[in-house]
């Protein structure tokens, strides 16, 4: 029997999937009570009940936390080395992205049936991304200088964070910000498409102080990201994308009971972009993207006090070029400035947390245009933004209880926007252990979003009498875990009103779906899956588009992982699922399956090599169509690196 080329990739990626099913559950067959464990020194492992702070603004246990969480840890994110936060993302449950080709490319995620401009990022406590756009540039930042990524899924973070946590929160700690000894390490790595990177690290600590710093320079050749040659905006050359990054955190002790801390989190890079065809061949955009936040805490028996401040940037600069002698383009410069106090409180029993909170969002945009001009060329015309500013004042009150048998959170939140007035969000959550082991849970929150400046000025898309998006969102849960294991399945609802569409309050949605995730250790051996079932319908009365899946929100999607790791090694088999999909412009996308290898080796005590391959099976997918153009993806690729330490 012969197989085509595609019935043939269909047959590899079933037959692998039925193997790594296979593999894992005769694994778990095998497994006995006497389950070794394995030191928290070694290699990567499933952290069952880790910390996390997103969820509740606390530090709080992953078992007592009501909502779905995700901890991206140092050990797992050095899979990634050489690649964005973008690329950590998309190996995540229930987590699926659209980009308009390779590195550093334009690039939009979605989290339970919302895109990026739905799901707030911060980092460090900071708020961060496109205040024009709404939507964070996490393709620019480089891995490599971050310390943890927590996701929290669904809305309860609206309650805690205000504006744009509709879908979900995602938190991004910077590189040094949990120093356990002093160290030197450096990095060097090449891949696919010419692809270098090399960074060095410091870090330093005693007794009441640390301090960290991580540079590294970034770069790649590219690919040519437009795959249809009859575009519009097509020109065959590769997009190459280069960046230089930095990290920085300093902790000290003042006394017993006071601290302060700073960070900041920068990076500068450059992509080559294609626009408008052979009219524009050596298009390219610049972009400066960071965040920095300092702090004093102080501790009493009773309470923990927080002051903080903080900035991100978030500017572009983009250059459609004709010759060095004449270039015309934009740019969009945009900063968040915030400040926020607050207060944990022992209740006993449960803490209460109260605090108070200042933003400001500011833009500054405008046109470039170098002389000396065609003749016949009419200048560029700059987009009014009026105001291009805004403040929002806030107040929150928070109470999280965390018992032996039950777990109890609710939270409620006060905005004062100063172009819509005021807005308040408020979450309550519950649940039981009647098994040991075993939980089940309940939680309700609402949720808004405030329109983006593009949203209310952008010739032709625009309307300055929007009003912000809200939901209203119900999830209920089961859990259960022990020492090798934890797994939970859980199911939400969501009732959204006033989306934003074609430039009006018209759109309505109903989002519901299922998330399952399993995370097991035993032994030498991890392995996991997750499967998302997402419906999420267009509402909206009178539409052409009632009733159908929204844009690039697939059906189904899943993944499975099976990992085998030694003091001396440790290696990764993961395959991730996307079914079809429908595009902005109704076109039909198909499903993919990548299969993906991750592995490190210890050389020795300092010496550590990494190696991931993506895409091992060289399927050819597309995760983005619009405006004609159909935006290529990378086939088979690698990254190898070498990191050495100095303890």
Known sequence: MSLSRSSSRTYLRLSILSALGLLAVNTAMAVTPDVATINDSELPQVELDEIIVTATRTPTKTSNVIAQTRVIDQEELQRYQGQTVTDVLKNQPGINITQSGGMGTASN????????????????????????LGSPSLNLLSADQLDRIEILYGASGSSIYGSDAMGGVIQIFTKGNSVD????????????????????????????????????????????????????????????????????????KLSDSLSAGLSALYTDSTTDIDSAGNAFPNAYSDQKNGSANAYLQYKTPLTVSKLSYGQSIDKSTSHDTYSINYQEGSQYDTTQEQARLETSIDAQPGTVTVGAEWLSQKLDASDILVYPPYPDTTPPVQTPYDPDDRTVKSAFVGYQLADTYYDLQANYRLDDNSQYGNESTYNLGAAIRPLVGMRIGA?????????????????????????????????????????????????????????????????????????????????????????????????????????????????????????????????????????????????????????????????????????????????????????????????????????????
């Open 443 to 647: 939680n309700y929150a609402t949720g808004f979003r405030a329109p983006t400046f593009n949203d209310l000025y952008w010739p032709g898309f625009s309307n300055p009498n929007l009003k912000p998006e809200r939901t209203k969102n119900t999830e209920v849960f089961v859990e259960y875990a022990n020492d090798a294991q934890t797994s939970r399945l859980t199911g939400y609802y969501t009732d959204a009103e006033d989306l934003i569409s074609n430039a009006a309050n018209i759109s309505e949605a109903k989002i519901k779906g299922l998330s399952l995730t399993s995370d097991w250790n035993m032994n030498d051996f991890i392995f996991g899956l997750g499967y998302d079932y997402l419906d999420a319908k267009d509402k909206t009365a009178n539409s052409a588009s009632y009733d159908q899946q929204l844009a690039y929100r697939p059906k189904n999607s899943g993944l499975i992982y099976v990992g085998y790791q030694q003091p001396m090694f440790d290696v990764r088999l993961e395959a991730k699922h996307t079914d079809d999909r429908v595009t902005a412009e109704n076109n039909k996308l198909d499903s993919y399956t990548l299969l993906n290898l991750s592995g490190a080796v210890y050389i020795n005590p300092n010496l550590r090599a990494n190696l991931r391959v993506d895409n091992i099976t060289d399927e050819d997918y597309t995760l983005s169509s619009q405006f004609g153009n159909i935006y290529a993806t990378e086939g088979t690729s690698y990254f190898g690196s070498l990191t050495y330490n100095w303890f």
């Open 109 to 132: 995620f979605y989290m339970r049936g919302f895109d990026s401009k739905q799901v707030l990022v911060i980092i460090d406590g900071i708020r961060y991304g496109s205040i024009s």
């Open 181 to 252: 000894k002093s160290n030197v390490s450096t990095t060097v790595g090449y891949g696919s498409n010419n692809h270098y990177q090399i960074g060095i690290t410091g870090q330093l600590k005693n007794a009441t102080s640390s301090m960290s710093l991580g540079v590294s320079r970034n770069e790649t050749d590219g690919f040519n990201v437009i795959a249809n040659p009859e575009s519009v905006d097509y020109n065959a050359d590769d997009d190459g994308f280069k960046s230089t990054n930095a990290s920085l955190a300093l902790q000290h």
